[in-house]
C-alpha cells in the first residue's frame, strides 16, 4: 500500500483513451475517504492516454479511492493509502490565522515575505536555475507567478512552449500596449487541447519552489498577452480553471490568485468585470484542499480617486486574504478591520529604474514599505525592476527572475529573520488611536513583543502611552537601513518618556520584562 | 483732504464716550461712497474715548464718508479723501486667480510660500523681532498665526497682555491637554471688554508683515486655549469677530482663518460644529474687503479614515480657498476638480524632532512635499519644530518664531525663487491619467513653462506624454535638495525619450522654444 506524508502530493496513474478529445470528452474522479471524511477531486489529462488524479491529504490515516468516469475503463477503480504524519520541513499549506495573520496547517509560525518574479517559469533554463538559486539563498517565502506567459515591454520573446496547442510567431515591433488586443483571427491555440508538457514543467517549478520553503503565488488569468489566453471566452476559461486546479491543488504551496491586475483585463475587453465571481467560486468549489485564493487589483485606492467599492469584493466568502496593489500604506488596518481578513500590499511599487512609474521606486522607500506594513501586522511583496537601458536583454527580477542587484532585498532578508526571531510572524497593530502620525506600532498577539518603526520621522524624545499597562519591556534600536540592532536604555513602559537618536529608519523591538517564553532577548 | 494708496490702510480717529462700556453700548458705523461705489464698514472703540473706523479703498478716486452711531457724538460726521494708483511694492490684497490660483489685486503673481510662527506675536520683544529678521532674510510670504495667545505644551508662559481686561495665574504644572478644559469659574476675563493695546500690537506686526510683503494668515479661534478664549460663548464669539474684523479689515495683507484645528474645537467643547457656519457667514458679511477666508481642519482626510464629508464644507461661498492638515500630497488635484478653488496644504507636518508626530518630520520629506505640492498647482506650507530636550526653554520656530536651524526652509527659498523666476505661480496640473504614480507634473497656465517632479523616484528613462502636442521644449534638471540646475540635453518633446541620471529629489524645468516672452532660460 501506497504511503505517504500528510499534505504531500498523492499521485494516481491511469490508462485511458487517446481518441477524440480527452481534455474534453472524458469525465474523470476520485472520491476519497477516510473514516468520516470524504473529499471528491477531478482527475486530468496528461497526454499519451495517462489519466491522473491527485490529492493532499490532512488526515492522518488509511484513505481510499474510487473513481468515476464515463469511460468504463477509468470508471470503478479502487485503492487505499496510508497517510502519516510530516517530518522534517513539511508543516502543510499556508492558512489564515488569527483572522488577519498566517501560519503552516501543522501550527508552525509562517508570515509571507513575497517577492514577484511573473514569468521566470518561461524564461531561458540557466535563468530558472538563477532564479532558485537566489531564491534559495534569500528569506523570501512567496513568489507571484503566473500560470501563462506574459507579453509586455521587456517581455517580448516567445515562452519555449504553450499551454495549449497551437503557435504564435514572435512579434516584430517593439512592444505596444496594442499588442493585448489580440482579434479572434490572430489566435493561434486550439482553446480544447492543454499541452500538458507545458503544465509538468510548471509543477516541476512549483515543486522546486516547495522544496525551498516557498509557495507559488499563483496567477490564473492576467492581461499581459499577444496569444489569446487572457481572451479565451467563459467555456475555456471555465475548463482551464477544472484543469489547473485538477493538476496543482495537491501543492500543499500553492495559493490562487485569480487574476492580476484584474480590473485592466476589463478595460482591454479580455475577461469583464462579472466573470469574476464564477471563476472565483469555481476555483474554490474544485479545490478539494481549500488553498489560500485572492483576487489583484490593479487601480489603486484611494489614490487613484477611488474607494473600496471599485474594488472586487473581498469579504466574499471564497477569498481567503486582501492582494492588493496599493501605496496608502496607512490604511492597511482599516482594512484588516474592514474585511476581518489578512492583508498584503502584493504591489506596493518595485524598487528599480525603468521607466514605468509603479518600477523606480528607490530601495529605502521600498524596505520603508515593507517595516510600516508589518509593524500593523500586514504583508508587502518585493520586486526588483533594475535595467540599464531601454529595451535591454537583461533578465529583470520582477517578469524574468535570475539574481538580484538591489539593494532591498538585503534589508528584507535582515527584517524576515528579526521578525522571525521575535515571534512577530502573527502581529495586530497597536497604538492606532494616539500614533497616527508616522509611527507604526504592533504586538506579537501574546503580547510578548512589541515593534515601533518609525520610518524618516526623527523625534528627539518619544514615549509609547500605547504599550500594555503594568508590563516592563528591554528594548532594542533597529537600524533597518544599516542592519544594526543595539541594546537601548532605559527599561520601558507605558508612561516613560525616552531619548531617540537621531537619524532615519529607526525601530524599536521591545521584549516584555519577564514574559519572554522562547528565549531571545528578554531577561 | 487725505490722500492715500489704493489698498493701504486709511483711519478716522473721533473722540466719543468713555462712560459706560463703550464696545457694548456704542454702535458706529461709516458709510463710504466713491461714484458707484458703497461701502459700509463697522468702527471700534480704542480706548481712551477714541473710536476709529477703517478702510481700504479698491478704487481710485475721491471718496467720501458719513458716519452713523447711537451716540450724537459720533454720528453724522462727514469727510472726504482722496485714492490714488498704488506705487512700489504695493500690490494690494491677493486674491483667488484661475480658480485655483492666486495673485495680487494688481495682476501682480503671487503664489503662497507659507511657514508657521502661531504665537510669534505674543512672545519677548527679542523673539519677535528676532522673528522679523528671518521673515525678512528668507522667501516665506505668509505666516499662520494666532490672534489670541496660545497654550499648549512648550506654549505654557502668559503673555504680555491679554486681548480681553482681566488676568491669568501662570500655570503651576507641565501642560496636559485637561488644561483645555476650562470651567466657567477658571475664567477671570471679561468677554464684554477688549483690551485695545493688545489689538494695538498685534496689528504693528502685521503692518510690519505688510511692509515686508508677507501674508497674516490669521487664525481667529484655535482650541490651545487655559483662558477661555476658546469658550466664550456664541455672543462673545460673535463680538469678538465684529470688533477684530473692523480693526483689521482695512490691512491689505490679512487672510482670515475661521480657526486652527476647529474640530479639535469640538471634542473639547469649545466651539462646536454647528456654529463655523455663522461665524463664517460672520466674517464674510463684516469684512467690506472681502479678504481671503477659509478654515482649518485636524483631522486627515483619509488618513484618519475619513472622507471629506467630515470636512467643513469648503464649497460655502464664503470659503475661498481649501487650507488643509493633510498628508495624502496625491490628493491635490482631486480637490482642486471638487472644489474648483485653491488648496493650500497648511499643515503637512513640520521639520523637526519634537515628540508629536506632526512634528517629527525630516528636512528632506518637508521639501519634497513642497514640490509635490507645487507641482501640482497647489501649496504646502512650512513649519519647523527642533529642540534639544524635553520642555526647552529655547524658541521653536512654529510656535514662537525666532530663528530657523532647520535645512528644509533653504530649499524652500530656492523652490521660490525658482518658481517666480519662471512663471510658475499659477500652474495646473497635467498628466494625471498618464502619470498616476511618483511623478508630478503642472505647467503655467500659458503653457510656457512646465515642472515635472520626481521625488524618490529614479527612472533609468522617461518619456512625458502629457506635453502639449507639437511644442518643443528646452530644458534644465534640477536637484532639488542640492540647489542645483543645470542644462539637460536633449530638446524634449511629447513623443521624445530621454536618459535620467540617476539620483533622488531631481526635477525637470521644461521651457517651450520660442514660446517664452518673458526672457529667462528659452532661446
Not at 189 to 209: C, G, T
Not at 385 to 397: A, E, F, G, K, V
Not at 461 to 466: T, V
Request: proline share 5%; aromatic share 16%; hydrophobic share 35%.
Amino acid at each position: 500500500m501506497n504511503t505517504i506524508e500528510q499534505w504531500q502530493k498523492n499521485e494516481f496513474t491511469f490508462q485511458g483513451p487517446t481518441t477524440g478529445n480527452p481534455f474534453v470528452d472524458v469525465d474523470f474522479f476520485a472520491i476519497l475517504q477516510h473514516e468520516n471524511e470524504r473529499r471528491t477531486v477531478r482527475g486530468f489529462y496528461d497526454g499519451d492516454g495517462t489519466y491522473v488524479f491527485r490529492f493532499m491529504a490532512d488526515v492522518v490515516g488509511t484513505w481510499s479511492y474510487t473513481t468515476q468516469s464515463n469511460v468504463a475503463q477509468l470508471d470503478h477503480q479502487h485503492g487505499q493509502f496510508e497517510v502519516v504524519a510530516a517530518t522534517g520541513n513539511n508543516h502543510g499549506p499556508v492558512v489564515v490565522y488569527n483572522r488577519t495573520s498566517f501560519r503552516y496547517a501543522d501550527g508552525s509560525p509562517y508570515m509571507p515575505i513575497g517577492t514577484t518574479a511573473y514569468a521566470w517559469a518561461f524564461q531561458p533554463e540557466s535563468v530558472q536555475e538563477d532564479t532558485l538559486n537566489t531564491l534559495e539563498a534569500n528569506e523570501f517565502n512567496k513568489v507571484r507567478m503566473t500560470v501563462f506567459p506574459k507579453f509586455y515591454n521587456y517581455n517580448t520573446a516567445e515562452p519555449q512552449s504553450y499551454p495549449y496547442v497551437g503557435t504564435q510567431t514572435p512579434s516584430d515591433h517593439p512592444f505596444t500596449f496594442d499588442d493585448w488586443e489580440v482579434a479572434p483571427d490572430q489566435i493561434h491555440f486550439d482553446f480544447e487541447k492543454f499541452n500538458p508538457k507545458y503544465f509538468q514543467h510548471l509543477e516541476q517549478r512549483i515543486a522546486q519552489l516547495d522544496q525551498l520553503g516557498i509557495q507559488a503565488d499563483l496567477i490564473l488569468f492576467h492581461p499581459y498577452d499577444h496569444w489569446g489566453f487572457a481572451r479565451m471566452g467563459h467555456d475555456a476559461n471555465m475548463r482551464y480553471i477544472k484543469y489547473i486546479v485538477a493538476r496543482l491543488a495537491s501543492y500543499k504551496n500553492v495559493w490562487w490568485s485569480l487574476a492580476n491586475e484584474y480590473d485592466l483585463m476589463a478595460m482591454y475587453d479580455q475577461i469583464q468585470l462579472g466573470e469574476w465571481d464564477e471563476i472565483g467560486q469555481m476555483v474554490h468549489q474544485e479545490d478539494p484542499s481549500n488553498h489560500l485564493l485572492s483576487i489583484h487589483n490593479f487601480y489603486d485606492v484611494p489614490r487613484h480617486q477611488l474607494n473600496t467599492s471599485n474594488w472586487y469584493d473581498y469579504s466574499k466568502p471564497w477569498i481567503t486574504h486582501l492582494s492588493l496593489q496599493n501605496y496608502s500604506l496607512y490604511m492597511a488596518v482599516q482594512w484588516q478591520n474592514d474585511y476581518q481578513k489578512p492583508v498584503i500590499f502584493d504591489e506596493c511599487r518595485y524598487e528599480g529604474n525603468i521607466e514605468m512609474g509603479w518600477g523606480d521606486m528607490s530601495a529605502e522607500d521600498l524596505v520603508d514599505s515593507f517595516w510600516k506594513l508589518m509593524a500593523h501586522g500586514a504583508y508587502a511583496t518585493h520586486g526588483e525592476t533594475y535595467l540599464d537601458r531601454p529595451n535591454t536583454d537583461r533578465p529583470i527580477w520582477w517578469a524574468h527572475g535570475g539574481q538580484l542587484h538591489g539593494e532591498s532585498y538585503k534589508r528584507i532578508n535582515f527584517l524576515a529573520d528579526l521578525f522571525a526571531k521575535n515571534q512577530l510572524s502573527d502581529v495586530e497593530p497597536i497604538g492606532i488611536q494616539t500614533a497616527d502620525w508616522e509611527l507604526y506600532a504592533g504586538q506579537s498577539r501574546d503580547q510578548s513583543h512589541v515593534v515601533i518603526y518609525f520610518g524618516t520621522s526623527q523625534p528627539r524624545f518619544e514615549n509609547l502611552p500605547f504599550l500594555a499597562s503594568g508590563k516592563q519591556y528591554t528594548a532594542q534600536l533597529v537600524n533597518t537601513w544599516n542592519m544594526t540592532i543595539t541594546d537601548f536604555e532605559p527599561v520601558l513602559d507605558q508612561s516613560k518618556w525616552f531619548e531617540m537618536p537621531a537619524g532615519k529608519y529607526q525601530a524599536l523591538l521591545l521584549t516584555v520584562k519577564g514574559g519572554d517564553r522562547h528565549g531571545s532577548e528578554g531577561e
